[in-house]
């Protein structure tokens, strides 16, 4: 598509997982057909696309982790599967007429704003590529963080990041090591534990654990949602009462202390060693970390061939590793569980300003900032899904759709005004974030525990301190007054 010269758009969505396929296909409705959609792989999907490892599914219900727009009847399970979740946004994706308008194998390089042009300009793997807007769709939880330990690259054996599941590794009999003991972990240790001949698992601090609510989901349940979808969307609503509940708990902390001693009875019930039970002791409040689910992670710790130690990882040495009390474990595979750059998303540093100055370099000094997770002040006419502080304890589909609907009336108003260039207020956006820190505060993540919601400033600059509610108000409605506008210098003629 773009060898060989310059190629040019009104829209460009980079990323075609839950957040670009939403994005174009509302554009779409919108009467936009001059969109083109950026995907470096082969396939669409995103995170559930790359992740594969044995186990993985939604720590969402299903139900909750689809489109409101396109409901999916026939989920199997309350908490879908990786391979379900990555098949229904395929069909949706063909559904909605945007499977047509994606350009795989296509990298984004860079992209730099030509305020003469009012146009962004993007260096890709198939060329560049001229956009009057520019949606980033890649999502935080993308770029996998790889730990620095001393003796990584020395280690012989097997290594591979949970999210790049190494399938032609065969686990049956093997020594394996496991770091971290997150929201991967949880759900890829019970599989893996029952064929290995031991398994070492590098906790650095114990989580809180929740069953997990899921269950087959019946012939006749999904029956019924397809003959009268009123039922699924009641559904939805008590389900998006549940997580509300978590949501005022983040800031209420003490209705959550119920939960707290659920999962204290939970792990007691499973592990009867008195100091495997004093190394899952949890000594920070519920909610200050991601909340986990799992039926199966504390029966699994228990098993014999598996030792749960002190994560602090001193060194990893050719054949073994050692762990944060100095003793040594011989290992033939490692698989770190470590998670993603989300606190500092790593495609701040593709985009660059009038100036010449990235995202992230921007983003250096006082951590990564946002109006309402979307907008960054000095980068005009580019929209971020899932930017800083949208994450929220429900869907994140959610979040993207309110953040679509803001693009799509930015967009609507821009085309009705002939608008060139939008940029929100630097002003608009600093009273948001000093608003926004406030709130974060006073939550449960500000109570004292070490999380990925921080950076390394220890600014929490992932989740969204409000409701869910509050979310759609303010996320979901575009006031053309929080910006700096400039008139089209040359009517750009609907396409």
């Given at each position: 598509?773009?060898?060989?010269?310059?190629?040019?758009?009104?829209?460009?969505?980079?990323?075609?997982?839950?957040?670009?396929?939403?994005?174009?296909?509302?554009?779409?409705?919108?009467?936009?057909?001059?969109?083109?959609?950026?995907?470096?792989?082969?396939?669409?999907?995103?995170?559930?696309?790359?992740?594969?490892?044995?186990?993985?599914?939604?720590?969402?219900?299903?139900?909750?982790?689809?489109?409101?727009?396109?409901?999916?009847?026939?989920?199997?399970?309350?908490?879908?599967?990786?391979?379900?979740?990555?098949?229904?946004?395929?069909?949706?994706?063909?559904?909605?007429?945007?499977?047509?308008?994606?350009?795989?194998?296509?990298?984004?390089?860079?992209?730099?704003?030509?305020?003469?042009?009012?146009?962004?300009?993007?260096?890709?793997?198939?060329?560049?590529?001229?956009?009057?807007?520019?949606?980033?769709?890649?999502?935080?939880?993308?770029?996998?963080?790889?730990?620095?330990?001393?003796?990584?690259?020395?280690?012989?054996?097997?290594?591979?990041?949970?999210?790049?599941?190494?399938?032609?590794?065969?686990?049956?009999?093997?020594?394996?090591?496991?770091?971290?003991?997150?929201?991967?972990?949880?759900?890829?240790?019970?599989?893996?534990?029952?064929?290995?001949?031991?398994?070492?698992?590098?906790?650095?601090?114990?989580?809180?654990?929740?069953?997990?609510?899921?269950?087959?989901?019946?012939?006749?349940?999904?029956?019924?949602?397809?003959?009268?979808?009123?039922?699924?969307?009641?559904?939805?609503?008590?389900?998006?009462?549940?997580?509300?509940?978590?949501?005022?708990?983040?800031?209420?902390?003490?209705?959550?202390?119920?939960?707290?001693?659920?999962?204290?009875?939970?792990?007691?019930?499973?592990?009867?060693?008195?100091?495997?039970?004093?190394?899952?002791?949890?000594?920070?409040?519920?909610?200050?970390?991601?909340?986990?689910?799992?039926?199966?992670?504390?029966?699994?710790?228990?098993?014999?061939?598996?030792?749960?130690?002190?994560?602090?990882?001193?060194?990893?040495?050719?054949?073994?590793?050692?762990?944060?009390?100095?003793?040594?474990?011989?290992i033939d595979t490692l698989i770190l569980a470590t998670g993603y750059h989300a606190a500092s998303p790593p495609v701040a540093d593709l985009f660059v300003d009038a100036d010449g100055c990235t995202m992230s370099e921007l983003f250096e000094d006082g951590g990564a900032r946002a109006f309402v997770g979307t907008h960054v002040a000095g980068f005009p006419n580019l929209f971020v899904l899932t930017g800083p502080n949208s994450f929220v304890y429900s869907s994140i589909v959610d979040v993207i759709e309110a953040q679509v609907e803001r693009i799509a009336g930015a967009l609507s108003f821009a085309r009705h005004n002939n608008i060139g260039s939008m940029s929100v207020s630097e002003q608009v956006q600093a009273n948001y974030n000093i608003e926004l820190q406030g709130a974060l505060s006073t939550t449960v993540w500000a109570s004292g525990c070490s999380s990925w919601f921080l950076d390394k400033h220890g600014q929490n600059?992932?989740?969204?301190?409000?409701?869910?509610?509050?979310?759609?108000?303010?996320?979901?409605?575009?006031?053309?007054?929080?910006?700096?506008?400039?008139?089209?210098?040359?009517?750009?003629?609907?396409?």
């Amino acid at each position: 598509m773009l060898k060989g010269g310059t190629a040019e758009s009104e829209v460009v969505v980079i990323g075609a997982g839950f957040g670009g396929i939403a994005a174009a296909s509302r554009l779409r409705q919108l009467g936009l057909t001059d969109i083109v959609v950026l995907e470096e792989a082969e396939d669409l999907g995103g995170t559930w696309r790359e992740n594969t490892y044995p186990g993985c599914a939604c720590d969402v219900p299903s139900a909750l982790y689809s489109y409101s727009f396109a409901p999916n009847p026939d989920w199997t399970r309350t908490y879908a599967g990786h391979a379900e979740i990555h098949e229904y946004l395929r069909r949706t994706a063909r559904d909605l007429g945007v499977s047509g308008l994606i350009r795989y194998g296509t990298h984004l390089k860079s992209a730099r704003w030509n305020p003469g042009a009012q146009q962004w300009v993007l260096h890709t793997s198939g060329g560049t590529l001229t956009a009057r807007w520019v949606i980033a769709g890649c999502g935080p939880l993308h770029h996998p963080a790889l730990p620095d330990i001393p003796g990584l690259d020395l280690f012989e054996g097997t290594i591979f990041h949970s999210a790049r599941w190494d399938h032609g590794h065969d686990l049956t009999g093997r020594r394996v090591g496991v770091l971290g003991t997150g929201a991967s972990a949880i759900q890829f240790v019970p599989e893996i534990q029952p064929v290995v001949e031991t398994l070492i698992v590098l906790q650095r601090t114990a989580q809180w654990v929740l069953p997990k609510p899921d269950w087959k989901v019946s012939r006749t349940e999904r029956f019924l949602y397809r003959r009268v979808p009123a039922t699924q969307r009641a559904m939805r609503r008590v389900m998006h009462a549940a997580f509300a509940f978590a949501m005022f708990g983040v800031r209420h902390p003490l209705v959550l202390r119920p939960l707290e001693r659920v999962s204290r009875t939970y792990m007691r019930r499973h592990i009867k060693d008195p100091k495997l039970r004093k190394r899952m002791h949890v000594d920070f409040a519920l909610g200050c970390k991601r909340i986990l689910l799992s039926n199966r992670w504390y029966q699994a710790l228990a098993r014999d061939n598996v030792r749960v130690v002190d994560g602090h990882v001193r060194e990893v040495r050719r054949n073994s590793i050692v762990d944060g009390d100095g003793i040594e474990h011989p290992i033939d595979t490692l698989i770190l569980a470590t998670g993603y750059h989300a606190a500092s998303p790593p495609v701040a540093d593709l985009f660059v300003d009038a100036d010449g100055c990235t995202m992230s370099e921007l983003f250096e000094d006082g951590g990564a900032r946002a109006f309402v997770g979307t907008h960054v002040a000095g980068f005009p006419n580019l929209f971020v899904l899932t930017g800083p502080n949208s994450f929220v304890y429900s869907s994140i589909v959610d979040v993207i759709e309110a953040q679509v609907e803001r693009i799509a009336g930015a967009l609507s108003f821009a085309r009705h005004n002939n608008i060139g260039s939008m940029s929100v207020s630097e002003q608009v956006q600093a009273n948001y974030n000093i608003e926004l820190q406030g709130a974060l505060s006073t939550t449960v993540w500000a109570s004292g525990c070490s999380s990925w919601f921080l950076d390394k400033h220890g600014q929490n600059t992932t989740m969204w301190p409000w409701s869910t509610g509050e979310l759609r108000r303010r996320v979901g409605n575009f006031d053309p007054t929080d910006f700096d506008l400039e008139p089209a210098r040359e009517a750009v003629a609907a396409r």
